[in-house]
């Protein structure tokens, strides 16, 4: 078994009828998939977790397009790697070969002079790139490449997409066909795949190989026992990327600093980029303590732009005051139920027409027919605040931010109450 292929790749689909999940963008009449068999592909970013199918789709496309394939690693290529394709691409274009689709797995990972060196070529559509990220391109891809090129979410594997993966796994692999091999439980596979579907696959092949036996019941107790000792590995690259970051999120949001700065130390370790735990830093001084401790935020944007400048090793040390404030500050995520709340309700009440005095009046026109007529300057009024509606008529007394239960919102929660008189049920 150590000389072939791992199962995961054994497994790796060769059409798009093969193909498990993303049915939003490859299934039947699905907007990817239509693209594809119409042969007018334009340059892509596939954004999603590991495991979910990003490399296989790419090599897919190539596939059924007819294209040649090249591959690139944005961790162990540069800038000379990248010429070298465009080169091989300009010889196929001369002679008149099909253009080739250029496969960039991790692109966030490439440098701002590394992604400016791509950008001619696709300008001039030597190559159809297809890039691969797990971070949002918004972020990590520069604009110029960015608006040059289609961003496509692929979401979690499913349950029912995980299972369909093991059963075809188990029916179809030559390997696996030799034994008699029964899923008696599959919630600790699926658990510690963690939604993917290369790690269900190894997790799914250690377990047959540590058994070693011609008849293998997979149960929950017999994964835990040969495999949870073997998750321990931190990889940036993907295994346990998500894992960790999870922990170290986790343990902050708890009130635990000493949790917190063990897996900062772990991701330290592993050779995370300081800069992706920053950002989730930031992220999480808004989401999970907002008006608890504005200070939050104000200090993680401070760690932010300090790491970008500073850079390892001594990043560990901004990185740790800011994990262990965090850990230590109070909490609430008031200011994020308030916009998942005012997000559904827009979803569900639609574009409410906006007050008329509430309006802005550019025009006579819009004065005369009474634009911001009636609308009342806080300023001029006692405490700086006028009872008028801000909210569209039926909507009025509509309550989004419900202040925490600490002692910073609180004060919030007693001069909203006494506002408002009982407008909104504080």
């Not at 006579?364 to 569209?392: A, R, V």
């Amino acid at each position: 078994m150590a000389t072939i292929p791992p199962l995961a790749e054994r497994m790796r689909p060769q059409t798009l009828d093969d193909y498990v999940g993303q049915k939003h963008l490859v299934g039947k009449d699905a907007i990817l998939r239509i693209a594809i068999e119409n042969g007018r592909l334009p340059s892509l970013i596939l954004w999603g977790p590991p495991g979910v199918g990003k490399t296989t789709l790419a090599f897919i496309i190539s596939r059924q397009l007819n294209r040649p394939f090249f591959s690139l690693s944005a961790i162990n290529s540069g800038v000379k790697d990248i010429r070298e394709v465009i080169e091989k691409s300009a010889l196929l274009k001369q002679e008149n070969e099909n253009l080739p689709i250029l496969f960039i797995d991790e692109i966030h990972r490439f440098s701002k002079s590394q992604q400016d060196s791509l950008l001619g070529a696709v300008e001039r559509g030597l190559v159809t790139l297809i890039g691969a990220t797990t971070e949002n391109p918004s972020f990590e891809v520069i604009s110029a490449l960015l608006s040059r090129s289609q961003v496509y979410i692929l979401q979690n594997l499913s349950e029912d997409d995980l299972l369909e993966l093991l059963h075809k796994a188990i029916a179809q692999d030559s390997y696996l066909r030799e034994k008699k091999i029964t899923i008696k439980e599959h919630e600790a596979l699926l658990r510690l795949s963690g939604g993917d579907a290369r790690k269900l696959l190894n997790v799914l092949e250690l377990v047959v190989n540590a058994v070693n036996k011609a008849e293998v019941i997979i149960s929950n107790e017999l994964v835990l026992k040969h495999v949870q000792q073997n998750m321990a590995i931190y990889d940036k690259a993907g295994e346990q990327h998500y894992d960790i970051i999870s922990a170290f999120i986790k343990s902050i949001r708890g009130s635990d600093p000493n949790a917190a700065v063990y897996w900062l130390a772990r991701m330290i370790a592993g050779g995370e980029d300081p800069l992706f735990i920053a950002r989730r830093l930031l992220i999480l001084a808004s989401e999970d303590i907002g008006n608890a401790n504005p200070n939050a935020l104000l200090l993680a944007n401070n760690c932010f732009q300090a790491v970008n400048v500073i850079g390892w090793p001594e990043s560990r040390i901004i990185l740790s005051q800011a994990v262990t404030y965090l850990a230590s500050s109070a909490k609430s995520n008031a200011s994020y139920e308030a916009i998942a709340k005012a997000q559904e309700l827009v979803a569900r009440t639609g574009d409410q027409s906006v007050p008329l005095h509430l309006r802005n009046a550019p025009t006579k026109l819009m004065k005369n027919i009474g634009y911001g007529k009636e609308y009342e300057y806080s300023h001029m009024h006692e405490n700086n605040f006028s009872e008028q509606e801000y909210l569209p008529e039926n909507l009025s007394g509509t309550l989004l931010y419900d202040p925490g239960k600490n002692p910073a919102e609180e004060k919030i929660r007693e001069r909203l109450k006494f506002l408002w008189k009982g407008k909104y049920k504080y």
